[in-house]
């Protein structure tokens, strides 16, 4: 059991990606904190999670919200007296023009996307034993992607650099930190981009599930991978291959 005893702070759980993340450092062990915005679908992984015998709680969270993530780093920490991994998993898309689109729809997805990165490394950091790990959540679309997601796409680039450097300032204490970037899988982002219902992106190649970018994600935070840090893992199927 990879995990047991470790506690995992999983953001984004309530569903898709987040929540197959949780189900698997629950099935190895993990006491597992779900942070989701919407309480039905947070509550769903906890009662997922409870019914095969695991241990989780649920922690409402706007992760672009200060005081929201200090409540659920503060909850955890409450429970279960440390954070031993976390997660950051939580995204959203745009799919409108650079000039058309509302600046405040711009600051909100990078609220989202990168600025909740940053509030749960800094508050949850301090409560991680050495040798922890943070796994973020990035995307093909940091490195090769198509028109009218500029913002997202950014914030994943963002998310890469920040992982890079951040890294560094880790390393004194042994925590590691790394991203994976999945190519295209089976979730209802993927299905609801409305690039895709239109035709205007096509999805050839390989459609992931999302079990298999949990099953990265469990291995970057295991200690098996205790020799990697400040990098990125391409999960894509051989997406990135053929654009």
Not at 22 to 31: I, L, S, T
Not at 33 to 55: L, R, S, Y
Not at 57 to 65: E, P, Q, R
Request: hydrophobic share 45%; charged share 20%; proline share 4%.
């Amino acid at each position: 059991m990879r995990f047991s005893e470790k506690v995992c702070l999983v953001t984004g759980a309530g569903s898709g990606i987040g929540k197959a993340i949780a189900k698997q450092f629950a099935a190895e062990g993990g006491k597992v904190v779900v942070v989701d915005h919407t309480e039905a679908h947070g509550n769903e992984t906890v009662g997922e999670i409870t019914a095969a015998k695991g241990e989780a709680l649920f922690a409402k969270c706007d992760i672009g919200d200060l005081a929201q993530v200090q409540q659920a780093v503060n909850v955890t920490v409450g429970k279960w007296k440390k954070i031993d991994v976390v997660v950051n998993d939580a995204a959203m898309m745009t799919f409108t023009p650079i000039v058309d689109l509302a600046v405040e729809d711009w600051d909100r997805l990078f609220n989202v996307n990168l600025r909740s990165v940053f509030l749960f490394c800094k508050f949850a950091v301090p409560h991680m034993p050495d040798g922890g790990a943070i796994v973020n959540i990035s995307s093909v679309h940091a490195h090769q992607t198509t028109k009218n997601v500029v913002p997202y796409a950014s914030s994943k680039g963002g998310m890469e650099a920040f992982t890079r450097g951040f890294s560094e300032e880790l390393a004194p204490r042994r925590i590691r930190i790394n991203c994976v970037a999945p190519g295209a899988v089976d979730t209802p982002m993927l299905w609801n981009n409305p690039n895709i219902k239109s035709g205007a992106e096509k999805v050839t190649g390989a459609i992931g599930k999302p079990e298999d970018i949990a099953a990265a994600v469990c291995f970057l935070a295991a200690a098996e991978a205790r020799f990697i840090t400040g990098t990125t893992l391409v999960v894509d199927g051989g997406r990135l291959d053929i654009l």
